[in-house]
T-cell receptor
Framework: GEDVEQSLFLSVREGDSSVINCTYTDSSSTYLYWYKQEPGAGLQLLTYIFSNMDMKQDQRLTVLLNKKDKHLSLRIADTQTGDSAIYFCAEKKNTGFQKLVFGTGTRLLVSP | NAGVTQTPKFQVLKTGQSMTLQCAQD?????MYWYRQDPGMGLRLIYY???????DKGEVPNGYNVSRLNKREFSLRLESAAPSQTSVYFC????????????FGSGTQLSVL
């Protein structure tokens, strides 16, 4: 994804909180998403946030959106070994057909 | 509860060979997509079909063709495979209103020797 940037790797211990960050460049994007990819599988939608919201909470997941800085984050509380995966953020651009642009993905490794 | 089904799961080709990746969805979605995933580059859109009967180029269309056979099926063809096309290919579909939620297949791992 040429416009969406993420750090490549994050390592945490089981039980800690994980925070995965993402920056995007299109201020007119309407929706921002977090997808999870487990080994050998396709991407699964974890959660998404509409651009007029600052925060969205869904069980252990908290999404924060800072539109001024074009910054999106995903916090996973009480991280488990089953959370080990690659996490992709994506933006829905507001130009033409509204297709998604994905970031490069952050590999989260959770150690016992 | 199939969702998006891709075939094959694995394929090895020699340079210059051709092949077609098949994709079908059973969610009555209007839009379908083909992405490729390469290490450190995330997912890049190859082609998409906003609705039955239409197809458009994405970010990296060169070397590929697509066919939206009907509402359910969207195939990706490599006419003359090149080593640069070694990648994992994902098909996806979407059809919701308000949030463009994509549903992905499990991927095709393609190696071109």
């Amino acid at each position: 994804g040429e416009d969406v940037e993420q750090s490549l790797f994050l390592s945490v211990r089981e039980g800690d909180s994980s925070v995965i960050n993402c920056t995007y460049t299109d201020s007119s994007s309407t929706y921002l998403y977090w997808y999870k990819q487990e080994p050998g599988a396709g991407l699964q939608l974890l959660t998404y946030i509409f651009s007029n919201m600052d925060m969205k909470q869904d069980q252990r997941l908290t999404v924060l959106l800072n539109k001024k800085d074009k910054h999106l984050s995903l916090r996973i509380a009480d991280t488990q070994t089953g959370d080990s995966a690659i996490y992709f953020c994506a933006e829905k651009k507001n130009t033409g057909f509204q297709k998604l642009v994905f970031g490069t993905g952050t590999r989260l490794l959770v150690s016992p | 509860n199939a969702g998006v089904t891709q075939t094959p799961k694995f394929q090895v080709l020699k340079t210059g060979q051709s092949m077609t990746l098949q994709c079908a969805q059973d969610m009555n979605h209007n839009s379908m997509y083909w992405y490729r995933q390469d290490p450190g580059m995330g997912l890049r859109l190859i082609y998409y079909s906003a609705s039955e009967g239409t197809t458009d180029k994405g970010e990296v269309p060169n070397g590929y063709n697509v066919s939206r056979l009907n509402k359910r099926e969207f195939s990706l063809r490599l006419e003359s495979a090149a080593p640069s096309q070694t990648s994992v290919y994902f098909c996806a579909s979407s059809g919701g209103t308000g949030g463009e939620k994509l549903f992905f297949g499990s991927g095709t791992q393609l190696s071109v020797l």
